[in-house]
């Protein structure tokens, strides 16, 4: 195969099309800001009114976890780092798992707004705020990076406008989360998978025709040590192996899944229990899809580049340039479709962004703003809710400009969610999962969690891990037929993850360093996690923790686990049910009691609803 020609530029059918789906999203915006006579209280603005469906929440899940950080970040991960990454698939459904059997039954009962609601009826108010905080805080800091990332990788490849993009993106999406509330959310949502889909799908299919079909592909991949799948190493200060990915993966994204309020309060805002959680396990085939088709195109790009690294020859200066690269070199003879693939990579930023406004929206009005000002009207709360999309679309837009400060994508982020994503994972599973947690154990257990996290993940900022730790794998560049000398490989993968401009360089390597912070990036999230379960427990014992009379609604009980099963119970049960709709997991409105809509026959489902 001769050397690479120049890769091509954006040409006006990539903005067309690009535009496009801006124009789309927006649309779905005014379309929900009418229909169905608009957003008249602000639980059909924050929840969609509580009538939505398994399909649409599930995909809508996918997309808002599915960000530009995974359209850029996993293929040049499984570039540098090898196809162990798919191991995730496994993570994924223990995650999915877990959330649907432990969390959504307690949420999903007690039909709340906010997840941190939960920690008010369970503990009290103090934990309620400080649970509420520190969402806010991670959240906004979180989409900072998601909007920015996409923007400056493309803006460096494609010469696509940086400030334009990221405006463009806070705007849009700020425009139709304002207007249209939950449903839009979750609708444009269901549209940006496609357009994700569409976008990877072109990368893969013109990868595998010009490589020469997907053995080829394979065959590269294999001969530079890119399938390593297996790599069962227990010690945790390796970045990737089966068990830093499947244990504290799992710890990671289950504080995503379980309790983040920007997934939970989609899959509350579902009409039954059995449709919300029929949504998180089609969600999980999406997540599975999501992931084949970003390994595939990191496996396509290691062919692609095997004998000519253009991270090394200083052709793009970060990894997260990779894909866009790729995407112009072999789809430079197709106008239009670079701008898909780009459409592809921000329609994943517009629908996290998205998620987070309407989730930031729904804890500040239902934890900071119901408390305390209890004589509003539902219609004014409608407005404060669509102010606060506004002011937190602005916010993001600011973070997104800090953002600019910070490097590599895909550990910062998840970083972040690791060290406070963890923490607050351990209260809600003591809450949960522990009957005699009280609510001084749960301050103590959050505090000290909170820390150790924090020790962890800024020391590793500090000192980043050496590279035997992270193993990434050897880039070559002989095939490049330019001057670069062979030998220079070296030197750039040396500091893999400069994640911070805060480094400090030339310190004395000390055992602390090399133990302790270079810890894998998911344990944080893992250790977050049990030190607040470890110490909450132990506070909560001395404290008069077994003293407590509880709600046994507030704990994770057999019959929410046993309820799965209702479906094939004889249908003169249903009578029994009606004396108390509440405990049976329907939610507050009777009618929607998730036994009646269970039936699949149409003779069943009359005699349900007409009892």
């Not at 006579?37 to 009538?51: E, I, N, P, V």
């Not at 808002?64 to 698939?89: H, Q």
């Not at 830093?244 to 229990?273: L, M």
């Not at 070559?476 to 220079?488: A, K, P």
Request: glycine letters at 10%; charged letters at 10%.
């Amino acid at each position: 195969m001769d050397a690479p020609r120049s890769i091509g530029t954006f040409v006006v059918w990539d903005y067309v099309v690009f535009a496009a789906m801006l124009l789309i999203s927006a649309a779905i915006g005014i379309y929900y800001a009418f229909a169905g006579g608009g957003q008249q209280t602000s639980k059909d603005f924050l929840m969609g009114g509580r009538s939505m469906t398994a399909v649409p929440v599930a995909l809508s899940l996918t997309a808002s976890f599915m960000s530009a950080v995974t359209v850029l970040g996993t293929p040049s991960e499984v570039y540098r780092f090898g196809a162990i990454f798919s191991i995730f698939a496994i993570t994924y459904f223990f995650v999915v798992a877990i959330s649907a059997e432990v969390f959504l039954p307690v949420f999903y009962k007690l039909g709340i707004t906010s997840t941190y609601e939960y920690l008010e009826l369970r503990f009290n108010k103090y934990v309620r705020l400080c649970g509420t905080v520190l969402f806010i805080v991670l959240t906004i800091l979180y989409t900072g990076i998601v909007i920015y990332a996409p923007a400056l990788a493309l803006n460096q490849v494609t010469g696509f406008d940086l400030w334009g993009a990221v405006v463009a993106t806070g705007v849009v999406c700020t425009f139709y989360c304002t207007l249209g509330g939950l449903k839009a959310v979750v609708w444009t949502d269901v549209f940006q998978v496609g357009i994700m889909v569409a976008g990877f799908a072109s990368v893969i299919i013109q990868a595998v025709v010009i490589q020469g079909g997907i053995s080829t592909i394979l065959n590269d991949a294999y001969n530079g040590g890119r399938l390593n799948f297996w790599n069962f190493n227990p010690n945790p200060l390796q970045r990737h192996t089966f068990w830093t990915i499947v244990i504290g993966g799992t710890f990671t994204w289950t504080s995503i899944y379980g309790v983040n309020q920007s997934q939970v309060q989609r899959y509350i805002s579902c009409k039954s229990r059995f449709q919300a959680k029929m949504s998180l396990y089609i969600n999980l085939l999406g997540l599975w899809a999501i992931l084949t088709c970003s390994v595939l195109c990191g496996l396509a790009l290691y062919s692609r580049y095997h004998d000519c690294d253009p991270w090394t020859a200083k052709k793009v200066s970060a990894p997260d340039q990779l894909m866009p690269y790729l995407v112009l070199d072999i789809l430079q003879d197709y106008p239009g479709l670079p701008g898909l693939f780009v459409a592809c990579a921000y329609s994943g930023t517009l629908s996290t962004v998205s998620s987070s406004i309407n989730a930031l929206a729904a804890v500040t009005v239902e934890d900071l703003v119901k408390p305390h000002f209890r004589s509003l009207s539902e219609r004014s709360l409608s407005w404060i809710s669509q102010g606060l999309s506004v002011m937190f679309g602005a916010l993001c837009i600011g973070m997104a400009a800090l953002a600019s400060l910070m490097g590599a994508l895909l550990q910062a982020a998840l970083s972040i969610f690791g060290m406070i994503g963890g923490p607050l994972l351990g209260l809600f599973a003591l809450g949960i999962l522990v009957p005699f947690a009280n609510s001084i154990g749960a301050l103590a257990g959050l505090l000290a969690g909170f820390v150790v996290s924090l020790w962890v993940g800024i020391g590793a900022q500090l000192y980043p891990p050496l590279p035997e730790r992270t193993m990434p794998l050897s880039l070559e560049t002989y095939g490049c037929n330019s001057t670069y000398n062979v030998t220079n490989w070296v030197t750039t993968t040396e500091m893999p993850f400069s994640t911070s401009a805060f480094q400090v360089y030339g310190a004395e390597r000390t055992p602390l360093m090399d133990n302790w912070y270079s810890l894998s990036y998911l344990y944080l999230s893992t250790l977050g996690t049990l030190v607040t379960l470890f110490m909450g427990m132990l506070i909560s014992l001395p404290t008069g923790g077994r003293k407590q009379n509880l709600d046994r609604r507030f704990l994770l009980t057999k019959e929410d686990f046993l309820s799965n099963f209702d479906i094939f119970k004889k249908k003169k049960h249903t009578l029994s049910y009606k004396s108390h709709p509440i405990e049976d997991g329907g939610t507050d409105n009777p009618a929607f009691n998730h036994i009646e809509l269970n039936f699949t026959d149409q003779s069943g489902k009359i005699n349900g609803t007409r009892l």
